[in-house]
C-alpha cells in the first residue's frame, strides 16, 4: 500500500518520536487501512491481530483458559499472534508458495503489528490486501484443529487464497461498473454515460411495430446496438390507441 508516512518506521523508533506525531501517523495509516476494498470481517480479524487480541495460546493462557501457551502445530513455547500467522513452520509453508518475500527481511522476533506495518511500507496495496487475506485464511485453517478437523495442504490453501481474493477484485470491478454515472436521454430512457472513443464506430438501429385491429391500436419499439451486439439504449413500446379513423385506414392499409 505504500502508506503515506512510515508506521514500521514510527513503530520501531516509537521512543524517539513525540507522541503527537506518532498518533497523526497512525490515524493516517488506520484511515487508508479501513479504506481497503477486502470484507470487513477480514480487515477486523486483522486489527485483532494487530492489537494482539487473536486468541492464541498466550492470551489463552493469560485469562486461565489453557495451562500452557505451546503452539498445538508445532510445540513452539509462546503461541503468539505473529507466530501463529507468520512464523510457525505451517504457516510457513503457505508464505512460501504465496511468494512473499518480504517475510524474509524481517525477524522472527517482530509481533503481528509490526509484520504488517512493513508490509504496508514495502508492497502495494493489492499485494498488501492480498497478505491480509492470506493471514485470515491461514487463521481460519488453525482454528480447525479447535473444532477437531483435518488441516488443508499448503498448496490446497494457497489454491484457495488466490480463488478467493480473484472473487473480492472481480466483485469489486464489478461494482465499478455498476457505479457508472446513469443519464437520460429525451425519452427517459437510461444509458450508461461511457467514454465516447470506447464506442464502436457504428450502431444498428432495431424497430418493430405492430398494429391490433381488435383495439385499433399500435405498439412501437426501438434498441440501438452498438457493432458487436451490446446494448446501448432501449425505448421501450408503447401501445397507443388510434382514435382518428382516416388515420387508422392510412396506417393498415397494404396489410394482410
Not at 496495496?125 to 488441516?151: C, M, P, V, Y
Not at 490446497?156 to 481474493?165: E, L
Not at 436521454?185 to 398494429?211: C, F, G, K, W, Y
Request: net charge positive.
Amino acid at each position: 500500500m505504500k502508506m503515506r508516512g512510515s508506521g514500521y518506521n514510527t513503530a520501531m523508533t516509537l521512543d524517539k518520536s513525540l507522541p503527537s506525531s506518532a498518533s497523526d501517523v497512525f490515524s493516517t495509516w488506520w484511515k487508508q487501512f479501513w479504506g481497503l476494498k477486502i470484507p470487513r470481517k477480514i480487515l477486523h480479524f486483522a486489527w485483532r491481530g494487530f492489537h494482539e487480541i487473536l486468541p492464541t495460546r498466550i492470551g489463552l493462557e493469560k485469562r486461565k483458559i489453557v495451562s500452557n501457551n505451546s503452539c498445538e502445530l508445532c510445540g513452539f513455547g509462546g503461541e503468539s499472534n505473529a507466530h501463529a500467522i507468520f512464523w510457525c513452520p505451517f504457516a510457513q509453508e503457505i508464505w512460501k508458495l504465496l511468494e512473499f518475500t518480504f517475510l524474509h527481511e524481517v525477524r522472527e522476533v517482530i509481533d503481528f503489528k509490526n509484520v504488517i506495518l512493513y508490509a504496508a511500507e514495502v508492497v502495494e496495496k493489492d499485494l498488501f490486501e492480498k497478505i491480509i487475506i492470506s493471514a485470515w485464511a491461514i487463521w481460519t485453517e488453525r482454528n480447525k484443529i479447535t473444532h477437531g478437523q483435518h488441516l488443508g495442504q499448503p498448496q490446497q490453501i494457497v489454491n484457495w487464497i488466490d480463488s478467493y481474493y480473484g472473487t473480492v477484485v472481480s466483485a469489486r470491478e464489478g461494482a465499478k461498473v455498476s457505479s457508472l454515472p446513469i443519464q437520460r436521454n429525451r425519452n427517459n430512457s437510461e444509458v450508461l454515460h461511457r467514454d465516447p472513443q470506447e464506442e464502436q464506430r457504428h450502431t444498428i438501429l432495431m424497430v418493430d411495430a405492430a398494429v391490433l385491429n381488435n383495439t385499433s391500436s399500435v405498439g412501437l419499439g426501438a434498441i440501438i446496438l452498438s457493432e458487436d451486439r451490446r446494448r446501448l439504449v432501449g425505448f421501450p413500446q408503447r401501445k397507443a390507441l388510434v382514435q382518428n379513423e382516416k388515420m387508422y385506414q392510412t396506417l393498415t392499409s397494404g396489410l394482410p
